[in-house]
């Protein structure tokens, strides 16, 4: 199973950037799939997830501004990221498994893709 995460990158409060998650070796559509991020000194925490039906949960910080998708065509998660804040800054992470509750603890990773997010 690998997951590859790309799409990081610098920019300004009040940007936006798409992060990509390119799954293999995995059942992309029967899986629970979600977004994590990690900044330093700080425990990681959940972004966003995908369920198998296509329902979504969001991190209240992010709610409105974050959007979490997929492409099972394309064995392909994306998390479309807008209005983009200083305290977005973090490693951000995908993550698989076919079950949400235990995504964070059991899941597939990824490498990480650095989100920079500058005032």
């Known amino acids: 199973v690998q997951l590859v995460e790309s799409g990081g990158g610098s920019v300004q409060a009040g940007g936006s950037l798409r992060l990509s998650c390119a799954v293999s070796?995995?059942?992309?559509?029967?899986?629970?799939m979600g977004w994590f991020r990690q900044a330093p000194g700080k425990e990681r925490e959940g972004v966003a997830t995908?369920?198998?039906?296509?329902?979504?949960t969001y991190a209240d910080s992010v709610k409105g501004r974050f959007a979490i998708s997929k492409d099972n065509a394309k064995n392909t998660l994306y998390l479309q990221m807008n209005s983009l804040k200083p305290e977005d800054t973090a490693m951000y992470y995908c993550?698989?498994?076919?079950?949400?509750?235990?995504?964070?603890?059991?899941?597939?990773w990824g490498q990480g893709t650095q989100v920079t997010v500058s005032s």
């Open positions: 993550a698989a498994h076919p079950d949400c509750d235990l995504l964070d603890d059991f899941g597939y």
């Open positions: 070796g995995y059942t992309h559509r029967s899986a629970c």
């Open positions: 995908i369920d198998s039906d296509g329902s979504t």
